[in-house]
């Protein structure tokens, strides 16, 4: 469970103070699978980075299975980001000339995870996004829906509970942005992870199965969607 208590994210430039989460409450459901949607600089990613433990609130709370994360250090923190969070960005952040495997294997070497269980490890969820065969193709080699796959391995490949998307299908074509919302769905009904993708594409959103909208760092609708994709109020 993830909990989000009056959250408040105040970026100061100069003079300048922006308000890029406003009072944010919100409550996720440990094996939730949301979309966070919004207009260009309403708050998306900063909301996510703070749920992962990457920005600190200028004020608030963010408790995740019990744990304040903030109260934590910064290196208790990156521990527990290491631990519980995986996440992919909409650029990939693939090393060009390394392979797919050595791309997937890295958090684990910086995890000091040692080398056979990194190949172990990195195989297997190659393969759960039906790349196998790729592992030793360099990452400039692959299309650019093959590499978003490599990310979304690398993601995964730390056994996260909860998996952190931003834009994941932003820099992909439909349909190569639909397999990938179809992989995020699998590790959400076959693997129980807890997902939030954060997307301006409303049809991909409502692959999911809950649309939080936010407006200039406020949350102003959070709906749950049946199964056809429709919206009903909570
Ligand atoms: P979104 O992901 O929805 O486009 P962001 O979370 O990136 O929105 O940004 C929300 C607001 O905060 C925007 O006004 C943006 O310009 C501002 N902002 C984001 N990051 C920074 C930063 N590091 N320094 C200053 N302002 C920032
Ligand atoms: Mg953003």
Redesign the pocket.
Known sequence: MILLKEVTKV?E?GDNR?F?LNDVNLEVETGGFLAIV??????????LYTIGGLLTPTKGDVVINGVSIYRLTSKERAKFRRENVGFIFQTFELIPYLTALENVMLPLFLAGVSSDEQQRRARDVLDKVGLAKKAFHKAIELSVGEQQRVAVARGIVNNPAILLA?EPTGSLDQKTGSEIMQILRELHEIDRLTIII?THNLRLAKLTDRIVE?ID?RVILDRYLNEGGRMFEI
């Open positions: 970026y430039i922006v890029a919004g207009p260009s600089g309403s708050g998306k990613s900063t909301l931003d954060v936010i760092g």
